[in-house]
């Protein structure tokens, strides 16, 4: 499978931003996993709706402030952390099942967003 890698240097992408983009990709890949599984694949086999929400798999999700690194296994506390204006490293990756990855990492201080 092909992978793309963009960088964008010397930004500090806000929270929301990062909410929607996750928000976009669990909506594709719920589209997705509707077209790999259609209703009468799901009736046959027995397969449940999905929650989008549990479409997402976090890892590597991380904070550095100052002399202190946090390990989140929540979406919402990491970004949090991530919000704060002290904040020098941050890396998170989300999984999902049908349409890949996207991954994000934050490299140096830089004003805080409000």
């Known amino acids: 499978m092909p992978t793309k890698t963009k960088r964008y240097s010397s930004v500090k992408f806000t ?3 990062i ?6 990709l669990s909506r594709l890949d719920r589209e997705a996993w509707h077209v790999a599984w259609p209703q009468e694949a799901r009736d046959k086999y027995g397969i449940g709706e ?4 549990d479409r997402h798999h976090l890892s590597d999700a991380q904070v550095s402030s100052g002399d202190e690194d946090w ?3 929540s979406f919402d ?5 991530y919000r704060d204006g002290r904040t020098t490293h941050a890396r998170i990756r989300l999984g999902y099942g ?3 990855s996207v991954s ?3 490299l140096g ?3 805080a967003f409000r």
């Open 15 to 17: 929270p929301t931003a």
């Open 19 to 24: 909410r929607e983009a996750a928000a976009f």
């Open 50 to 53: 999905i929650d989008p929400q």
């Open 71 to 73: 390990t989140f296994d």
């Open 77 to 81: 506390e990491f970004l949090s952390a």
């Open 98 to 100: 049908y349409v890949g």
């Open 104 to 106: 994000l990492e934050f």
């Open 109 to 111: 201080a830089l004003q």
